[in-house]
C-alpha cells in the first residue's frame, strides 16, 4: 500500500482522554520576570528566583549572577534552580552585551572614554542588584554572593573590590583587564590603539579592585583550555586577588564544564551556609 499522509497519520495518534501523569522533581521555585531602573533612562531586565515556598523562620541567602558575553540572563537559570532548592534567592541580570543589545553594546566600548562611562555605570546597576536583593523578605543581608563568567568575572572582580556586602564571589574564566576583552572582539584594536585603551581604562582595571576585596572569600574557575585567555592571563588574575582565595583549574574551554558548575555551588553553599546541597 502508498503510503500517504493520510494512512500514516494514525502513528500520531493518542489516547486524549487519558491526562498526562506529571511527577515534579525537587522543589518548586518562583521565578519573576522584572526590569529594576539605576539611571532616568536606564533599566536592568532580570530574573529573580527563589523558592515557592519560604520558611518564614529562616533567612535566605541571596546571589546575583552576571553571565559571560556570549550570554544573557537565562544563561545561569537552571544553577540558580537548582540554588533555590538550597534555599537561595538568586537575581539573574541581562547585562548590556547580553544578546539583543550586544551590537550596541559594542560599537559603544570601541571608544575608550566611553567604555569607561558605560562599565561604571555597569558596576552601579549591579550594585542595585544588590540593593534589590537585600529588599527582599527574609534575605539575609550578611549572605550576599556572587557569580560571574568571563566579561561577568571581570566586573565581579570590581564589585568585590567596590561593595563590602558581598560575602563570596565565585569569578569564572575571567582576565585583570577590560582591553583583554576588548582586544578579542575587536580586532582592529592594536599597537598604540589597543596601548591607549589600556592606559584610559588601567584605573577601573579588575586587577586594580579584586586586590581590594578583603575579607570577601574569591573562588577562582579556570579553564585549561581557554579559547580566548591565555593561562598566563588567568594565573595573573588570581595572583592580582586578595586573601582569601582559591583557584580550581578545569580540562576544559571557556565555558567550563559540569565539574566546575558542582564545585561553584559546593563553595557557594559553603561560604553562604546554604541548607544542603545536590
Same mark, same amino acid.
Given at each position: 500500500?502508498? *503510503?500517504?499522509?493520510?494512512?500514516?497519520?494514525?502513528?500520531?495518534?493518542?489516547?486524549?482522554?487519558?491526562?498526562?501523569?506529571?511527577?515534579?522533581?525537587?522543589?518548586?521555585?518562583?521565578?519573576?520576570?522584572?526590569?529594576?531602573?539605576?539611571?532616568?533612562?536606564?533599566?536592568?531586565?532580570?530574573?529573580?528566583?527563589?523558592?515557592?515556598?519560604?520558611?518564614?523562620?529562616?533567612?535566605?541567602?541571596?546571589?546575583?549572577?552576571?553571565?559571560?558575553?556570549?550570554?544573557?540572563?537565562?544563561?545561569?537559570?537552571?544553577?540558580?534552580?537548582?540554588?533555590?532548592?538550597?534555599?537561595?534567592?538568586?537575581?539573574?541580570?541581562?547585562?548590556?552585551?547580553?544578546?539583543?543589545?550586544?551590537?550596541?553594546?559594542g560599537r559603544a566600548v570601541t571608544d575608550p572614554?566611553?567604555?569607561?562611562?558605560?562599565?561604571?555605570?555597569?558596576?552601579?546597576?549591579?550594585?542595585?542588584?544588590?540593593?534589590?536583593?537585600?529588599?527582599?523578605?527574609?534575605?539575609?543581608?550578611?549572605?550576599?554572593g556572587f557569580v560571574g563568567h568571563s566579561v561577568?568575572?571581570?566586573?565581579?572582580?570590581?564589585?568585590?573590590?567596590?561593595?563590602?556586602?558581598?560575602?563570596?564571589?565565585?569569578?569564572?574564566?575571567?582576565?585583570?583587564?577590560?582591553?583583554?576583552?576588548?582586544?578579542?572582539?575587536?580586532?582592529?584594536?592594536?599597537?598604540?590603539?589597543?596601548?591607549?585603551?589600556?592606559?584610559?581604562?588601567?584605573?577601573?582595571?579588575?586587577?586594580? !579592585?579584586?586586590?581590594?576585596?578583603?575579607?570577601?572569600?574569591?573562588?577562582?574557575?579556570?579553564?585549561?583550555?581557554?579559547?580566548?585567555?591565555?593561562?598566563?592571563q588567568a594565573r595573573e588574575f588570581f595572583e592580582?586577588?586578595?586573601?582569601?582565595?582559591?583557584?580550581? !583549574?578545569?580540562?576544559?574551554?571557556?565555558?567550563?564544564?559540569?565539574?566546575?558548575?558542582?564545585? *561553584?555551588?559546593?563553595?557557594?553553599?559553603?561560604?553562604?551556609?546554604?541548607?544542603?546541597?545536590?
Open positions: 500500500m502508498e *503510503r500517504t499522509a493520510d494512512n500514516v497519520r494514525p502513528l500520531f495518534d493518542y489516547d486524549a482522554e487519558r491526562p498526562p501523569a506529571i511527577e515534579i522533581a525537587g522543589t518548586d521555585v518562583s521565578v519573576s520576570d522584572l526590569t529594576y531602573q539605576t539611571a532616568r533612562d536606564r533599566g536592568v531586565r532580570a530574573y529573580l528566583v527563589a523558592p515557592a515556598e519560604v520558611d518564614r523562620s529562616k533567612r535566605s541567602a541571596a546571589i546575583l549572577f552576571l553571565h559571560p558575553g556570549l550570554g544573557s540572563r537565562a544563561t545561569f537559570l537552571a544553577e540558580a534552580v537548582t540554588l533555590a532548592g538550597m534555599g537561595a534567592v538568586s537575581l539573574l541580570v541581562d547585562a548590556p552585551w547580553a544578546a539583543d543589545t550586544a551590537a550596541t553594546w572614554g566611553e567604555a569607561v562611562r558605560e562599565h561604571n555605570q555597569t558596576v552601579i546597576d549591579l550594585r542595585r542588584g544588590i540593593d534589590l536583593l537585600v529588599a527582599q523578605p527574609g534575605v539575609d543581608p550578611d549572605r550576599i561577568g568575572a571581570l566586573f565581579g572582580a570590581v564589585l568585590a573590590g567596590v561593595d563590602r556586602r558581598l560575602r563570596a564571589a565565585v569569578l569564572m574564566a575571567g582576565t585583570g583587564r577590560f582591553a583583554d576583552v576588548a582586544a578579542v572582539n575587536l580586532p582592529d584594536l592594536r599597537g598604540e590603539r589597543l596601548e591607549h585603551y589600556c592606559q584610559t581604562l588601567a584605573e577601573l582595571d579588575p586587577a586594580v !579592585w579584586v586586590g581590594r576585596a578583603a575579607p570577601t572569600p574569591l573562588f577562582f574557575q579556570a579553564a585549561l583550555r581557554d579559547e580566548f585567555f591565555t593561562e598566563e592580582q586577588a586578595s586573601e582569601p582565595k582559591s583557584l580550581e !583549574w578545569y580540562d576544559a574551554g571557556h565555558f567550563l564544564d559540569e565539574a566546575a558548575r558542582r564545585d *561553584r555551588i559546593a563553595w557557594l553553599a559553603g561560604r553562604l551556609s546554604l541548607e544542603r546541597s545536590r
